[in-house]
């Protein structure tokens, strides 16, 4: 079965300092995507970062970035630097090679950046 | 402009009626999704057209109608509606179907059914 799953239902950091939100996927496909999408208040979706499962470094966009380690499954996004504008849901999504183009969502992390 | 757009943004609306949603994207994609964000947050696929053909459709209820006029447009269409069915419905894009293809969404419709 192809899943994510996000185990930290909310996470709060100070702003300015570094955190760490976890992902775990499984799948049996070789070839699989993963991404990262921000759901601030707001209610829209942002795309935030994507690493390739045959990509062999963590990719990083500005103060993203992804700490993807295959042979745990896991592909956790780093946020350096908080922002308070940080404060929102992040979801971490997978897009495997067998399932036509879908993405597969975890159940999302609240993160709540402190001034 | 606003690439993917979904109209409306807010639907109140009875138990047993009838109702659509509207989507457009310009970005001259050629696939498009429509995804149920439910109570608790959780987003799920629901339908997917690739140059106006369902390619995916997962379990859905049959009330649950998409209809691709073009590449351009997905809509969806409810049938007798249910408190069930209150949720956010978001419409998306991407260029193609590969892996590394980032999916644009609207900004979301929340139906709510009373």
């Known amino acids: 079965a192809q899943k994510i799953t996000q185990t930290q239902p909310g996470m709060f950091v100070q702003e300015k300092e570094a955190v760490t939100l976890d992902c775990t996927y499984d799948t049996s496909d070789q070839s699989y995507g993963l991404f990262w999408y921000k759901q601030p208040s707001s209610g829209e979706m942002i795309f935030l970062i994507y690493?390739?499962?045959?990509?062999?470094q963590n990719a990083t966009e500005g103060r993203y970035s992804l700490n993807f380690q295959k042979a745990r499954k896991s592909a956790n996004l780093v946020i350096s630097a908080s922002q308070l504008g940080d404060s929102a849901m992040y979801f971490c999504a997978m897009r495997c090679s067998s399932n036509t183009g879908k993405l597969i969502f975890g159940q999302g992390t609240t993160l709540q950046v402190k001034p | 402009d606003t690439a993917v757009s979904q109209t409306p943004k807010y639907l109140v609306t009875q138990m047993g009626n009838d109702k659509s949603i509207k989507c457009e994207q310009n970005l001259g994609h050629d696939t498009m999704y429509w995804y149920k964000q439910d109570s608790k947050k959780f987003l799920k696929i629901m339908f997917s057209?690739?140059?106006?053909?369902?390619?995916i459709n997962e379990t859905v209820p049959n009330r649950f109608s998409p209809k691709s006029p073009d590449k351009a447009h997905l809509n969806l269409h409810i049938n007798s509606l249910e408190l069930g069915d209150s949720a956010v419905y978001f419409c998306?894009?991407?260029?193609?179907?590969?892996?590394?293809?980032?999916?644009?969404f609207g900004q979301g419709t929340r139906l709510t059914v009373v």
């Open positions: 998306a894009s991407s260029q193609g179907t590969r892996l590394n293809t980032e999916a644009f």
């Open positions: 690493q390739g499962s045959y990509d062999e």
């Open positions: 057209y690739n140059n106006k053909e369902l390619i």
